[in-house]
C-alpha cells in the first residue's frame, strides 16, 4: 500500500547511516518453529503505555514509517507484509520489565521473567540487554539477542514540502476515487485506479465486484482534505470524513504516474 519514495542523495545517506547504526545497536539469532534467521535490524517504541522492541530478519524502511508520520504498530505489520519480513517483538510495561514476546504468530509471558538481563543503560528512553530465551510456542522457539536501542518518539517528520490547505491535485484525486468507491460502479473504480492496479480489476471483475462492499465499508463518506506532504512523485494527503456515522480522520497515499495522481493506501485513524 505504501508507494515508492524518492530519496535525495544527502537524504539516502543519512537512511543508510540510520540502518547502519541500528545493525550497530543489535545482535543476535532468532529461531521460531522452522523459520531460523540472524537479527537485521530493530527498533525500539513506545505503543501506548508500553515499550517494545521489534527485531526483523530484514531492514526497515524507516523514510516509508515516516510518510504517515508517526511510528506505530501498522508500520511493522506493513514491514512484514511487503517484504515478507520475519519479526519477534518483545514488550516491557511502564516498570521496563519484560512482560510479553510474540513470535508473530503468537504470544506468550510463560518463562520469560529470568529471560531478559538488562544492562545498566536500560531505560524508558534507552532500551538496553540481553534476551536468552528456549521455549515452546506452538513449536520451538529459541532466541539470543542483545540490544541497545533509543526509544523511538510516535511522531516522525514526513518528508517533503507542505500541501495546500485542500491538498491540490492529490487532493483532487483522493476525492475522486473515495467519489468513485461509494458510486457503486466498479468502471468508475476502475477509471481513477492506478494503471497496474486497473489492470488486475480488469481481468478479474468479478472478484473486483465482489470486493465493493468492503471496499465501502472501508472508506470513510464526506471526506474533506486537510492538507499533507508531497515528495517528487509521493504524496500523503490528511483528510477528515464520517465511517459508520461517526468522525473519521486518516491520510491517504498517492503516487503520480504519467502525470495523474492515483491512491494507492488509506490508513485511517484510530477513534
Known sequence: MLSVQRISSIGGIVLALAVADACAAVQGHVEVKQQSWNVADAIAYRSGDELKVVLSDKPFDR???????KLDDFDFINHHMQKEASTFTLQFG????????????????????????????????????????????????AVNVTFDLPVESDKLQRPGKP???????????????????HSGKLEQIIAVSPPERREQMEKS???????????????????????????GD??????????????????????????????????????
Open 63 to 69: 523514510a516509508a514509517f515516516a510518510k504517515d508520520g
Open 94 to 141: 511502564t516498570d521496563l520489565k519484560l512482560q510479553m514476546l510474540n513470535t508473530g504468530g503468537g504470544a506468550t509471558n510463560a518463562g520469560i521473567d529470568k529471560a531478559f538481563t538488562p544492562s545498566a543503560k536500560h531505560s524508558a528512553t534507552e532500551l538496553a540487554g540481553t534476551f536468552v530465551y528456549n521455549g515452546d510456542l506452538f513449536g520451538k522457539v
Open 163 to 181: 500541501l495546500a490547505a485542500d491538498a491540490g491535485d492529490p487532493g483532487k484525486a483522493l476525492l475522486r476515487n473515495v467519489a468513485a468507491i
Open 205 to 231: 471483475k468479478g472478484e473486483a465486484k465482489e470486493m465493493l462492499p468492503m471496499m465501502q465499508s472501508m472508506t470513510p463518506k464526506d471526506v474533506k482534505p486537510l492538507g499533507g506532504m508531497i515528495d
Open 234 to 271: 509521493s504524496a500523503q494527503v490528511d483528510f477528515q470524513g464520517v465511517l459508520d456515522g461517526k468522525p473519521q480522520k486518516g491520510t491517504a497515499e498517492l503516487t503520480r504516474i504519467g502525470g495523474a495522481w492515483y491512491v494507492t493506501g488509506m490508513n485511517l485513524d484510530a477513534n
